[in-house]
Structures are given as C-alpha cells and as structure tokens.
C-alpha cells in the first residue's frame, strides 16, 4: 500500500506565497517522477510542475519564475514553494508520482499514484 498525503495550502491574498507538500509512505521500492497538478473548476486538470528522480524539471509556462519544485529523496517528498501568487492559480493542486512498491513479495511495475488535493485560494 502506498500514499500519497499532501499539505500546505490554504487561502492567500495576491502576490503572497504558499508552500505545498506532498509524502510518499508505504511499501515503495523506488519513486522516479514526482508532480504537482492542478484542477480549477470547469477546467481540466493541468501539470504544473514535474521532477525527475535525477532532478530533471519542467514547468508549466504561467508559473515559471514564480514556483519551484524540489524534492527530498530521504523522505520521499516533494515540496512546490509557490511565489507571486494571482488569482489565476486558483485551484485543487494534486501530488502525483510514479512508484514502484512491494507487493505479494516482489517489486512492481511502476504505477501512478495521487494525492487526495489539496485546495488553493488566491484572492485579489
């Protein structure tokens, strides 16, 4: 069993900061690609920001120069630090990664996992 658990947001004024966190826990053998997605309403999901496990990243054009991804391989977590916050990155942010773990006594393929959300309010 694997989970994904995230924390840190909340409701920020415009131009203000917010630091997201999402923990790995379980049976996990290994995590290769790490994620922050969002999802405002009437809108599709969208990726934000990804991490490789060899710290390869990518960003979404809108917060480029705004967030930073980075992740602690020790504690199998994934922060997203988000500055200069607008009302446009209103949103349910979800963790995301590609994990292999234990099961039934071997090593499975990699699989998706997602964090349960967590909301996001820039008021202007």
């Known amino acids: 069993q694997v989970q994904l658990v995230e924390s840190g947001g909340g409701l920020v004024q415009a131009g203000g900061s917010l630091r997201l966190v999402c923990a790995a826990s379980?049976?996990?053998?290994?995590?290769?690609?790490m994620a922050w997605y969002r999802q405002a309403p009437g809108k599709q999901r969208e990726l934000v920001a990804k991490i490789s496990s060899g710290g390869s990243i990518d960003y979404v054009d809108s917060v480029k120069g705004r967030f930073t991804i980075s992740r602690d391989g020790a504690k199998n977590t994934v922060y997203l630090q988000m500055n200069s916050l607008k009302p446009e990155d209103t949103a349910v942010y979800y963790c995301?990664?590609?994990?292999?773990?234990?099961?039934?006594?071997?090593?499975?393929?990699?699989?998706?996992?997602w964090g349960q959300g967590t909301q996001v309010t820039v008021s202007s």
């Open positions: 995301n990664a590609a994990i292999r773990d234990y099961s039934r006594g071997s090593v499975s393929a990699s699989r998706d996992y």
């Open positions: 379980g049976t996990i053998f290994s995590i290769n690609a």
